[in-house]
């Protein structure tokens, strides 16, 4: 992680064995815990300038200053837990779903589906298109 990230080893990651055993499944690996660490220079660092992230039924980001305006929204966030249940690559997509628990029992479910400048291993993220559900108790 980053100098920017500032919690990492406050929130506890589980994710499935083979999460981690390609090059793509490794980037969205850290890109998904550096998101929910707040590790903004790692996540500018994976992301193409002109990123598109939908996130449905919400908003749409445009580019790489309104992804960081929203992390600096997020700061205040205090994530606890965030399990990987699956991570799936091929070619120029791939698609990461999960559960991210906050303090005070607050919970998401997420899926995530990425689609890659390219399908090269050395690739950045140009698009996110987020799924996320309220699931807290």
């Known amino acids: ?57 919400s908003h749409v980001l445009q580019g790489r200053d309104q992804v960081f305006k929203m992390l600096e929204k997020l700061i205040d966030k205090k994530p ?13 997509s791939g698609s990461v779903n999960g559960i991210l628990n906050l303090e005070g029992n607050i919970s998401y479910a997420f899926c995530n589906i990425y689609r890659f400048n390219s399908s090269l291993n050395k690739t950045k993220i140009k698009e996110i298109t987020s799924f996320i559900i309220d699931i807290s108790k």
């Open 1 to 57: 992680m980053s100098e920017d990230n500032i919690r990492g080893e406050q929130v506890k990651i589980i994710c499935a064995e083979d999460c981690g055993n390609a090059p793509k499944k490794e980037l969205l690996r850290a890109f998904n815990v550096a998101f929910v660490c707040n590790d903004r220079g790692f996540i500018m660092e994976k992301i193409i300038e002109e990123i598109k992230w939908n996130f449905i039924g």
């Open 80 to 92: 606890v837990e965030l399990v990987i249940s699956n991570i799936i690559t091929h070619g120029y």
